[in-house]
């Protein structure tokens, strides 16, 4: 038994390590090798076509493609954090009719394919005039249910005597949420904040639904029609388009790991 513990545990955890890095590094040296040898079978980098790059940004709106997917998932990833932490609070604090039936409804729209509601969704945008607009690609992907769910999961367990010690010092209801419990739940906003930007930065089917013009695209349209067009796909610069497409994702998990792995310790105490 300690002999599982202390090597075969540790070696199975290098070997899935491995495995799902792996197909990153495929994409890396992908990225640095000619149309000729993008398909090669050599594991080790042979060339470094650094031009793919450049190609990759001067034939297509690339970087514009980025910065709508980074205004559309920093804008959904922020509002829905504060919408779902003020309604997971309200489910877990406060007192109100109807208030398990609420609840409950909105957990029952986890169980509603998004296939479902995509025709009428595009139809309620169309009529408020919110298709090929960030309004249209912001407004959908706010609400989830998921979020509100454990939002109220975590204030359930939220110390009431800080709430109490709140109030004593004069605070209001909105004082102690704004200035008391939103500060404190950053264990479970951190790993929220880094699904949700996730989750909309591959969203794929509605922003292919709403979105008419190129300059509306974000980059999951751009690299689809990078690969789509013409009779020819040039890979080298479609991996070096990915990789620049990573990039901002990285970057998150970069800043996001200290409150990833400081979540992570808190919600195991108990």
Not at 5 to 17: D, H, T, Y
Not at 166 to 172: F, Q, T, V
Not at 194 to 206: E, K, R, T, V
Request: glycine residues 6%; neutral net charge; charged residues 10%.
């Amino acid at each position: 038994m300690i002999t599982l513990k202390r090597f075969l545990l540790p070696a199975f955890a290098v070997i899935v390590g491995l495995a799902m890095i792996f197909p990153i590094y495929i994409l890396l040296i992908g990225s640095l090798r000619s149309e000729t040898h993008v398909f090669d079978l050599q594991l080790l980098p042979v060339e470094f076509a650094f031009d793919n790059f450049v190609q990759a940004i001067a034939s297509t709106h690339l970087l514009r493609s980025i910065l709508n997917s980074v205004f559309v998932s920093t804008t959904v990833t922020v509002v829905a954090m504060l919408f779902h932490a003020m309604s997971g609070y309200a489910l877990a604090r406060f007192q109100f009719p109807g208030k398990n039936l609420i609840f409950s409804w909105m957990l029952s729209t986890l169980m509603i394919p998004f296939a479902v509601i995509m025709l009428p969704l595009y139809l309620i945008s169309k009529n408020f005039g919110m298709i090929n607009t960030y309004s249209g690609l912001i407004i959908p992907a706010i609400f989830n249910a998921y979020g509100i769910f454990l939002f109220r999961q975590f204030y359930r367990e939220f110390p009431k005597e800080l709430e109490e010690a709140a109030y004593m010092e004069g605070l209001s209801l909105a004082g102690t949420f704004f200035r008391v419990a939103l500060p404190l739940s950053m264990p479970i906003i951190a790993p929220l904040t880094i699904g949700f930007f996730l989750a909309n930065w591959n969203s794929y089917i509605w922003p292919l639904i709403n979105t008419q013009s190129e300059e509306m695209w974000v980059i999951q349209l751009q690299l689809a029609n990078l690969i789509g067009g013409g009779y020819v796909t040039p890979w080298n610069v479609v991996l070096a388009a990915a990789v620049i497409a990573a990039l901002p994702t990285f970057l998150l998990f970069f800043f996001m790991q200290k409150y990833l792995v400081e979540g992570i310790k808190m919600t195991g105490i108990k």
